[in-house]
């Protein structure tokens, strides 16, 4: 099994609802540094596993509907709480999405699977990743 | 499948038994920079895959056991190389009971596997991962 | 000249007035890895720059005052740009004040200069540095 | 599961064929960081997944075939895009080989798989992973 | 003393003349991740040392005239070896003609100081730091 | 001024006289992280500060010495706390004596300063920095 990776960042604010976060239910923020992962079996007529550059587009672009924002106040975001955990799995669904429109080109459609790890601190991250099914 | 990651570090005085060790025979030590990943398919109702805080707190408890001690003298460890390895298994089994203890909170008991690396150096790192049943 | 350096973090929200911030002038947040240096000619009789434990008291309690906080509602913060900079400085400021109370133990008051470094992300970081003249 | 890493580096020029790989048409060059993972399901007599030593060494050896060189020039790689990804199979093919003649030990030829991931850059890596069987 | 700091990368290739090299002699190639640090003992009307969105896309620039070539080719490099320190002095002075252009914006006349620092692997980096006069 | 830097590391056992070490008055150990900067206002005819391959050389058997032992042990370091400001000193005046038998080469010696730092974990680092006068 063939991985690449890539990695950027985005920058938020928000609240957590729920006794359990303490002073994290306070309006605050985070840095999330992500990596994103592609997996696939064998790799395309180019050596490569996807376009990287085009990969890498696609991320900036996702990360930059995020980027700079209060989620509290993103609809879309709505009674939930906006966790790392959450975070990871709203980029996961994302580039999913954008693989679905062939944005990162046709044969980025063969990749297994994907992994987007936000990392919070020096100390903590979390990460989604599941298979990836192009097709709607 | 979500994953959250914590980091947390201890250091120890120990000595290797075995030809293969070479200088590491001596009596030495090393910092453990300690990665504890926790793996479930789903969020719990609060977004997350455990209460972090709470994970840190068992985590730096079952590192103080371990901590500014030489293993060479750990009756539990006797007649056994305590190496990284070793270790990381060593780490995985406490926090694995303590989740049995409901220590991390009745919904860590859900986490389905985790995931303990012990970085020695910045060129040599082990881990040991498994499922957890918290159950007895 | 003797460093000693440690490491803990700080995550808060907050926006910038100048169109020079672009899409920053919006309410957003940061995770900020601090880097405290504590700078001195020669170490005390036990070896060391400073009694790192206190040190890391104290740069805990320095930062869980700004920690999960809204910086734009900071009544100290008013009318200014809390920037990478500027919280550097801040940290400073606080970490000298911290000495003159012999909050790191009478010792501390012969460190000469610190730096404080913000990781504001894995691409871009801001410090201020300065002499120590723990005598008000 | 443990898994035992170590990491060590090699520097080479190359180019690539094929349009997506724009401005890398041209002949440039890479430092690669390798992790190398080998994964076993149980210790061995000493506590270890591979003699660590051993396992530095072979992967020096393997690295050092690679180091210095331009990659356009070696007959093996002949008509190959020598990306990221492929060289981590490289690697890994080679590291099992030597496996394979026993050169980490025979007690290596339990590893039951390995994962080399080679960094690029602080933003992009790439791995290979899979099963090692040793027998030819 | 205040400083700001922004990291990237470049990848070429290149060989060195000279028998201390040993292997470096042949044609190879490298990744530099390059931090570029700016200093100055005041913050602007802004709260901040540089624009560092400007001074981004300024070292971008810097580093695409370098990025995906062999030195060996380029007329400048003529009968130099191009090492890591040398490739940091070379950055430095281009990132300064640039603040003497006004490329950072007229306010980064005011730099005092600046230290390109170039990684060429996790064991190894060089840096050149010296004043920086924006007036020819 | 240019700056070349490398990196190793060695692991030891010790213990701590002293109130103000709390646990760490037991006997337990470390992983330092060495980083070792030499400084010098001018390249040499190679275009380097120093030939980095034997400075490594010179690194690894500075270490060697220390590695894999208990310290307390050392007749050297009787009576002292070989605390990570301590030791960065050792191994600052082992390079600089190694210097001064031109074990780096001749054009070592005009070498102006050097820069030890010893990190102990993620999150705490120590170092010590001074003149080189190689002339005995």
Chains 1, 2, 3, 4, 5, 6 share one sequence.
Do not use: C
Not at 70 to 85: H, M, Q, S, V, Y
Request: hydrophobic share 45%; no cysteine.
């Amino acid at each position: 099994m063939y991985t690449v990776s890539i990695r950027d960042h985005f920058m938020i604010a928000h609240s957590f609802n729920g006794e359990a976060f303490g002073p994290a239910q306070r309006l605050h923020g985070a840095t999330y540094v992500v990596d994103l992962e592609f997996r696939r079996a064998e790799l395309d007529a180019d050596g490569v596993v996807v376009d990287i550059g085009r990969a890498a587009d696609v991320l900036r672009a996702v990360l930059a509907a995020l980027n700079y924002r209060n989620l509290d106040e993103e609809a879309e975001f709505k009674g939930r709480n906006t966790t790392t955990e959450f975070l990871a799995r709203v980029v996961f669904d994302r580039i999913a999405e954008a693989i679905g429109r062939d944005e990162l080109g046709p044969g980025a459609r063969t990749v297994e699977s994907m992994r987007v790890t936000l990392h919070e601190s020096h100390v903590a991250a979390a990460s989604f990743e599941g298979r990836v099914s192009a097709a709607p």
